[in-house]
């Protein structure tokens, strides 16, 4: 069985990138088959995985619009996860796509020939709510919500639950809110916790572990085209193979792992 997993948040800069990719490439270290999605017209998570998007010549914007199989369009990456890459092209995808019926289920249908190659798939959803995040939500089995533990960051998070809950009732009635993944986590201040527990309780939001804590690394990765995991070791690479160990897991039977920021774990 293939798990499908959608990375979202309208709120930019919340580490959903960082999170498809080195969450990937962690899997990928499990032994998994792992197939990254970069719904963003921006093309970061491509960038990142070390594929320039202006040089690509098919891409998911291609995909969506059935001009091409996804099978097509996958390329391979150095830290081993497959991806399916996005172009500036994406851009135009939301308005061709408005016009045709069935408008949300255009990524679920594209990826339905090939989820039998890989065990897990990733979607990383752009920073808004549109028809492309709305298909992402809609070909997942489960979503999870990075957040940024700073002040404001509950602001968007009512509506993005609400997006779900519609897509549970309209598009995707399996569709399950993994939780929240605390990123940008600072463990030796009260400040991070403090957000996290307003965050948890005010949305009655589970809180996965362990959260991903802030490292001057992840901007030298994204530079350098691989994901940290590929680096020295530090403490960011490590959370998030503690994170990819916690899901192996919960997707093989057990109960999910959670943090809870009250407690001073
Ligand atoms: N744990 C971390 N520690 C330090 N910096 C981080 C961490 N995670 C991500 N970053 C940095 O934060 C910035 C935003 O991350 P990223 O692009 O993953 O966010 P995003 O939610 O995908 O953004 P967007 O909404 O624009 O798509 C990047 O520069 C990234 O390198
Ligand atoms: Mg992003």
Redesign the pocket.
Known sequence: MTTVLAVA?Q?????????VASLGAALVGLGQKVLVVDL?P?G?LTFSLGHNPDRLDASVHEVLTGDLGAREAVIDTEDGVALLPATIDLAGAEALLLMRPGREFALKRALAPLLDDYDTVII?C??SLGVLTLNGLTAAQSVLV?LQCETLAHRGVGQLLRTVTEVQQITNPDLVLLGALP??YDARTTHSRDVLSDVSDRYNLPVLAPP?????R??E??ASGATVLAGRKNK?AQAYRDLAENLAKHWAGSELATFSPGSGE
């Open positions: 948040n709120k930019g800069g919340v580490a959903k990138t960082t999170t963003d921006q970061c990383d752009p920073p990075p990123t940008l991903i804590p802030r490292t001057v992840f901007a990765a994204t960011g």
